[in-house]
C-alpha cells in the first residue's frame, strides 16, 4: 500500500494592527497502510472544518484516526484534541490514550534532540519508545527550542511517498519532515528566535532535521517547502 | 453576588505496575458575577463526564463558559478545548479566541514570575494583559517552571469566595490559588522536581504563590489543601 502524506491545511500567522495576530497551524495526514494519523489539530475552532477535509480528501471520520501527533502544547495545535478520542495522542512528549499515560524514559529536563518517542512500521503498527528500525516509516523525535518538549514527525519510504499539497496536486518523495513551530514558515531565519523559548536548542533542532535531508518541510504556518543545501 | 469556585474533577496520577501512569488533572470552575471561568479541562476523554458536572454543580453548559484557562500545554489539562467554542481561551501564556491571537507582550523566552497576562474584575469582566487592579478578582499570572510557560489563577476578594469541594462540602474564604502542575499534590517535596522543565525556576514560583497566602491551594494531581506557615 502506498503511504501518504496530505495537507489538510496550510498554517498561517499574520501581524494585525492592534499588535495581535490572525493565527492557526498546519495540519496535516499521513497515511502508512491501513493507519490513519493526523499531526496537529488546530486551534479549538478548526474541528469543523478539520472534520469536513479529512472527510473530503481521505474518505475519513474523526473515529477513523488512530494516532494524534501535537507537536507542541500551544493552543493553536492542541485545540481538538476531543475529537479523535479513538486515537493514541502524544503532545510534545506525552503520549497517553485515555486515562493511561504512557512512559517515554525521558525527563522533563532532557533537553536532547532526536529522542525517538514513538514509531509507526509499514504495517501500520504503533509502538511507544521504539528505538529506530529500518522498516519504520514514522518516528516522533524530540526537536527542542520552540518549547522544551516540541516533537517533530518524520516519515521515511523506500518505496514512494504520495505527498498532496494542499491544493491536491502530488509529488512523489522519499522524505517528509512535519516539523511544527521548529521551523514557522520558510525563510523565517530573521524572526523564528522571537518565537522560541530556547532558540540556541531550537537552532541544533533545525540543524538535525536538514542533516536528515527531507524532500519536503512542513512547517507550522507556512505551506511545505523544499530546503536549499 | 457571591464569588464561587467549584472542585469539578480532583486531579490524580497513580503510578501503575507497566511504569505508566493513571493520570488526569483537576478541574475547576470559578464564577465571578454572570462570567464563568474553567480552569484546565482534563484529557481528552474528560468531556462527558466534565459537562456533566458543570450541568449537576452549577447547572452551566458548555456555551456558557466565557474563559478556558489551562494551566499550561500537557495533554491532561488542554484535551477539551474543543468543547468551549465561546470561550477565551488561555493556554499557558498564549490567549486566542477563534483565529485572534491577543498580544501579552512577553516574550517566549521570558521566565519572570508574576507578570499578569489577563485579569476578571468584580463585574466579571475580562482584561488581557491588565496590570493587577485592586478590584481585580482573579488574575492569570507567568509561573514557569513545570514547563516554560505555565501560569496559575489567583483568586481573591475582601466578600468571602465560597469554596465548594468536590463532594459538595462548602468554604468560605478570601484568597484561592488554582496552580497547574506547579503543585502535584499536597506533600510532593520529594517528587515534583522530577515532573519539571525548570526545578530552580518552579521553585521560586512556589515560593511566590506561598507568599501570597492562599488559604487553599488547589494542586494539578491530588486534593486542594491548605499550605502550612
Known sequence: MVNRVVQIRIGRA????TGDADC????????????????????AWAGAELVQSIGDRAG??????????????????????????????????D??????YFSTNLRPQDQSINKCIATVDAHGKLKITAPFMNDVVLQ????????????????QSN??????????????MNKVAIVGDLWECENDDDFWPDYSEMSTLQRQSRSFVLK?????IVPGHGPAFTPVE
Chains 1, 2 share one sequence.
Open 14 to 17: 499574520n501581524s494585525l494592527d
Open 24 to 43: 492557526d497551524c498546519s495540519i496535516t495526514l499521513v497515511q502508512i497502510a491501513s493507519t490513519n494519523i493526523l499531526v496537529d489539530t488546530g486551534g
Open 60 to 93: 475519513l471520520e474523526s473515529k477513523d484516526i488512530s494516532l494524534v501527533v501535537c507537536t507542541h502544547g500551544h493552543s493553536d495545535h492542541v485545540g481538538c484534541l476531543a475529537l479523535f478520542p479513538n486515537a493514541t495522542h502524544i503532545v510534545g512528549r
Open 95 to 100: 503520549i497517553n490514550l485515555r486515562e493511561k
Open 140 to 155: 516522533v523525535i524530540t526537536t527542542p527550542g520552540h518549547t522544551g518538549s516540541c516533537v517533530s514527525v518524520l516519515v
Open 159 to 172: 518505496e514512494e511517498i504520495v505527498f498532496e499539497y494542499n491544493d491536491g496536486a502530488c509529488a512523489t
Open 212 to 216: 536528515w535531508k527531507p524532500d519536503v
